[in-house]
């Protein structure tokens, strides 16, 4: 059965941390990673990832891929609190995307 | 451009009763995807049309249903509400013909209660 883990389920830092965000999967047709950001209703795209070892990097997030572990990471530099919010991870096997849990971030002033 | 529009915003309905939601994608976007999300569950896929067509479907009951129409809205139904369909409901489309080359821009959501 296809599924993704998110490690960990929640996180609290203070502003200007860096946090690093973990997606396992185990799936059986892979096509794409996806990382949204989730605040209060819809989530908002943030990486596509298809190749492995290729970095995504948007202003003070990236993200890379490892196909060979299965696992992806998500990286934040210099936390704000408006970083605060729930980060999931999916990926895409066809017609649907398969999300994990999330991790819920809440950054401290 | 506009984003995808969900309606209603809210919606509180009873057990037994049936409900209809509806998502209009981004303009140009041919595919339309539907999800659930529940704390306990998170996101949960329930099925996504292109142009018109169920092209997949999730692992839930027949009382969900949806569809499609020409100008790609979507709608989804869902029949015999139980309270466990509480939950806030995501619409996501995407102007890909092959599903998973691009990335699915999300609704605000349809924040259903049943009591």
């Known amino acids: 059965e296809d599924k993704v883990v998110q490690s960990p389920l929640s996180l609290v830092v203070h502003e200007g941390d860096t946090v690093t965000l973990n997606c396992s999967y185990e799936v059986t047709n892979f096509r794409s990673l996806l990382w949204y950001k989730q605040e209060k209703k819809a989530p908002t795209f943030l990486f596509m990832l298809t190749s492995s070892g290729i970095e995504k990097k948007s202003g003070r997030l990236s993200s890379i891929l490892d196909k060979k572990e299965l696992s992806s990471i998500l990286n934040i530099t210099a936390t704000q609190t408006g970083d605060s919010a729930i980060y999931l991870c999916a990926f895409h096997s066809g017609y649907a995307l398969n999300f994990g849990k999330g991790t819920s971030l809440l950054v401290t002033p | 451009k506009a984003g995808v529009t969900q309606t209603p915003r809210y919606l509180i309905k009873t057990r037994g009763q049936q409900v209809t939601l509806s998502c209009s994608p981004i303009s140009g976007h041919r595919s339309v995807s539907w999800y659930q999300q529940t704390p306990g569950q998170g996101l949960q896929f329930l099925f996504e049309?292109?142009?018109?067509?169920?092209?997949n479907k999730g692992n839930f009951p027949g009382r969900f249903s949806g569809r499609q129409f020409s100008n790609s809205r979507s709608e989804m139904n869902v029949s015999t509400l139980e309270l466990g369909d509480s939950a806030l409901y995501l619409c996501?489309?995407?102007?890909?013909?092959?599903?998973?080359?691009?990335?699915?821009?999300f609704g605000s959501g349809t924040r259903l209660t049943v009591v």
């Open positions: 996501a489309s995407s102007n890909a013909d092959r599903a998973g080359d691009y990335g699915y821009t």
């Open positions: 049309y292109f142009s018109e067509t169920q092209r």
